[in-house]
């Protein structure tokens, strides 16, 4: 007799549910999908051509050069944002500061910003990574409870790391990456499936500043950190089962049309607020 199908939880997922329930019910019990932002469509396209770029690497072929790196961002920038916007059904979710530029200028703006930050990987990160896998399919079957736990790596190095690649308009703080539930659940699939927790856990951080810059913030995890996580699963998978979804309070900042797509139709936010969006 076949085993029962089970559902999937990813860290976003988890995340997600922390900041509001209500959030996730209506992104993955419902199915609605929200409209992505620009910052969004960035962070994919630098994902997909510092993937490709890596790729070739990692099959002997050497890295591409700095100029092409460019050329590949510029042309997966279109193509990203059709997808997203057909994933959405809708059209892109702009920023004030978006939408007082227009679209097509604030799409000028986010592909040069694709390129800048492909480019600036390209540079500083390609060259000192030695992957081994990249975009890893993980799963961590969950015997009694009604998920197991699925994630996608973006680059992983053996056992000597595991890196995730980030963009982000200001430095984060120092010790970002010694929060990051995240690089948690990343070094327990990796514990599970490969034996061993990688020596670094990295978040490679591409800063869009004046002056672009890339920041590698490295940590470490043991066995003792996976018990906290766990127990966050434990309750979320509990709190699914049940069907109990409490959302975000009003005066917590995402909370906000900015940063979530389903603020203008959220039942647990005021009249007043939604009307002024």
């Not at 029962?4 to 995340?15: G, Y």
């Not at 994919?44 to 993937?51: L, M, Q």
């Not at 002997?60 to 590949?72: F, K, P």
């Not at 998978?237 to 139709?265: I, M, N, Q």
Request: charged residues 30%.
């Amino acid at each position: 007799m076949a085993a029962p199908f089970k559902k999937h939880l990813s860290i976003s997922q988890i995340n997600m549910l922390s900041r509001c329930a209500e959030q996730w019910r209506r992104r993955y019990d419902l199915g609605e999908k929200i409209p992505p932002g620009f910052s969004r469509i960035v962070g994919k396209v630098v994902d997909g051509t510092s993937t490709q770029n890596l790729t070739g690497k990692m099959k002997g072929e050497g890295l591409m050069s700095i100029e092409a790196v460019g050329d590949l961002a510029a042309d997966a920038f279109g193509p990203c944002w059709e997808e997203e916007e057909k994933i959405a059904e809708a059209e892109v979710m702009l920023t004030e500061q978006e939408a007082a530029l227009g679209v097509d200028k604030a799409a000028g703006l986010a592909k040069d910003k694709s390129i800048r930050l492909a480019q600036l990987h390209a540079r500083e990160f390609a060259p000192i990574i030695q992957p081994t896998h990249l975009q890893r399919r993980i799963e961590v079957e969950l015997p009694g409870y009604p998920y197991d736990l699925l994630g996608y790596l973006d680059i992983q190095e053996g056992l000597r790391a595991i890196r995730d690649t980030k963009t982000a308009a200001k430095t984060p703080a120092k010790d970002i990456a010694d929060r990051d539930d995240q690089l948690t659940m990343y070094a327990m699939m990796v514990y599970k499936n490969d034996g061993a927790i990688p020596d670094a856990l990295t978040l490679d951080y591409l800063i869009d500043l004046k002056t672009p810059k890339a920041t590698a913030f490295a940590t470490k995890r043991t066995v003792e950190d996976f018990d906290p996580l766990l127990r966050r699963v434990e309750v979320a998978s509990l709190a699914l089962e049940k069907g109990v979804f409490v959302p975000a309070r009003e005066t917590d900042w995402w909370c906000s049309e900015r940063w979530c797509g389903y603020f203008s139709s959220c039942a647990y936010v005021k009249r007043s607020r939604r009307l002024n969006v």
